[in-house]
């Protein structure tokens, strides 16, 4: 079966099938493209029961999704386990979430009950970050590995409200992003996003996936968002490696947004509570604020205030703003000289 470029074959294009059936076939410039391993087979149809709902509308310009990934990282939606996405996605007071996220989360605000200061504090940040870049570095193509689920503001919402031409490419590793990755995909007719599953641990998937590639134009400045989520990268997985590769791959004028959770201001308190979520499978990993800013702002030139909490990051409110041992993320943006 052909689907606007792509060749779907094998177990998962049913959903697929459906839409086109149901008169929904993506516009030309679509592309659609599924590996079909079996073991990915519920990301897929998870991915389709949220494309073929009865508002379901292609538009041109909007959807590019790859899965790159090995089937051993595409392991479908373990709604048994906790996931990064919907712990943090509970944490922001999203809906996107199980038992299993909700009682790590919950397990954790016993240790931290303000642990839900953070997350909002970072996410507001992301947002500041993304104004910035659009409005005040005039950057237009975003990449944005560790998307999250879809919430309000989102890298494409935030850029393209200041230049509707701008391009996104969102990268997950979460089948459930996956699963809603419609949602960031609802690009200004001016602008483009596409959305990768992939893992941030092979920087080459995502960079040589042909979506990324075929979005963003490499010869051009280029935000590398890396917005909570290199903790989620423990020293093992050589981090520094990472955004090295990441960035090597950008022309001179680019930046890196990120973000990260330290243990800095209340570590007795925190260890406990990331203790937990380390047994529960996640990887995870707190720095301090000398650690982060080696491991993502090595080489490139710190946009003033340079790293600091991310509430401190250009705050647009002279508000009162919480404490450092409730906030427990750095957050900075660096140039690419
Ligand atoms: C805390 S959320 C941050 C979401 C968003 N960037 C924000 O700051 O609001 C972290 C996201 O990173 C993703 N993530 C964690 N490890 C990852 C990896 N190795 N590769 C890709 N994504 C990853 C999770 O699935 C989750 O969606």
């Given at each position: 079966?052909?689907?606007?470029?792509?060749?779907?074959?094998?177990?998962?294009?049913?959903g697929?099938?459906?839409?086109?059936?149901?008169?929904?076939?993506?516009?030309?410039?679509?592309?659609?493209?599924?590996?079909?391993?079996?073991?990915?087979?519920?990301?897929?149809?998870?991915?389709?029961?949220?494309?073929?709902?009865?508002?379901?509308?292609?538009?041109?310009?909007?959807?590019?999704?790859?899965?790159?990934?090995?089937e051993?990282?595409?392991?479908?939606?373990?709604?048994?386990?906790?996931?990064?996405?919907?712990?943090?996605?509970?944490?922001?007071?999203?809906?996107?979430?199980?038992?299993?996220?909700?009682?790590?989360?919950?397990?954790?605000?016993?240790?931290?009950?303000?642990g839900?200061?953070?997350?909002?504090?970072n996410?507001?940040?992301?947002?500041?970050?993304?104004?910035?870049?659009?409005?005040?570095?005039?950057?237009?193509?975003?990449?944005?590995?560790?998307?999250?689920?879809?919430?309000?503001?989102?890298?494409?919402?935030?850029?393209?409200?200041?230049?509707?031409?701008?391009?996104?490419?969102?990268?997950?590793?979460?089948?459930?992003?996956?699963?809603?990755?419609?949602?960031?995909?609802?690009?200004?007719?001016?602008?483009?996003?596409?959305?990768?599953?992939?893992?941030?641990?092979?920087?080459?998937?995502?960079?040589?996936?042909?979506?990324?590639?075929?979005?963003?134009?490499?010869?051009?400045?280029?935000?590398?968002?890396?917005?909570?989520?290199?903790?989620?990268?423990?020293?093992d997985?050589?981090?520094?490696?990472?955004?090295?590769?990441?960035?090597?791959?950008?022309?001179s004028?680019?930046?890196?947004?990120?973000?990260?959770?330290?243990?800095?201001?209340?570590?007795d308190?925190?260890?406990?509570?990331?203790?937990?979520?380390?047994?529960?499978?996640?990887?995870?990993?707190?720095?301090?604020?000398?650690?982060?800013?080696r491991?993502?702002?090595?080489?490139?030139?710190?946009?003033?205030?340079?790293?600091?909490?991310?509430?401190?990051?250009?705050?647009?409110s002279?508000?009162?703003?919480?404490?450092?041992?409730?906030?427990?993320?750095?957050?900075?943006?660096?140039?690419?000289?």
């Amino acid at each position: 079966m052909s689907v606007g470029a792509a060749t779907m074959s094998g177990g998962p294009e049913d959903g697929i099938a459906a839409l086109a059936d149901a008169g929904t076939a993506p516009a030309p410039q679509t592309i659609v493209s599924a590996v079909t391993h079996a073991a990915k087979w519920d990301a897929t149809r998870a991915m389709s029961a949220s494309l073929t709902g009865p508002q379901a509308r292609w538009q041109p310009n909007f959807v590019i999704i790859r899965f790159v990934t090995s089937e051993s990282q595409v392991p479908g939606i373990d709604t048994t386990r906790p996931h990064p996405a919907r712990v943090y996605d509970y944490l922001i007071g999203g809906k996107n979430h199980f038992a299993a996220d909700r009682a790590v989360a919950d397990r954790g605000l016993e240790f931290f009950p303000q642990g839900r200061t953070g997350p909002r504090e970072n996410r507001a940040f992301l947002g500041r970050a993304v104004r910035y870049l659009a409005a005040e570095a005039g950057i237009r193509q975003f990449l944005d590995v560790g998307t999250g689920l879809p919430a309000t503001g989102s890298v494409h919402e935030i850029a393209q409200a200041v230049a509707p031409e701008t391009k996104v490419v969102y990268v997950d590793n979460d089948p459930l992003v996956l699963a809603h990755a419609r949602a960031l995909l609802t690009s200004s007719p001016e602008g483009r996003t596409a959305y990768i599953h992939a893992d941030l641990r092979d920087p080459m998937a995502i960079l040589s996936d042909p979506s990324t590639r075929d979005v963003l134009d490499f010869s051009q400045p280029i935000a590398l968002m890396l917005v909570a989520v290199l903790h989620f990268i423990t020293d093992d997985d050589k981090p520094a490696e990472i955004v090295r590769t990441l960035l090597g791959a950008l022309p001179s004028g680019s930046y890196l947004a990120a973000s990260h959770v330290t243990a800095e201001h209340n570590r007795d308190q925190l260890e406990e509570s990331l203790r937990n979520y380390q047994r529960s499978g996640v990887p995870f990993q707190a720095r301090d604020s000398d650690e982060f800013a080696r491991l993502a702002f090595d080489g490139l030139h710190l946009v003033p205030p340079g790293v600091t909490l991310v509430s401190e990051w250009r705050p647009e409110s002279a508000s009162p703003r919480p404490l450092p041992s409730e906030v427990i993320a750095y957050g900075g943006i660096g140039r690419k000289p």
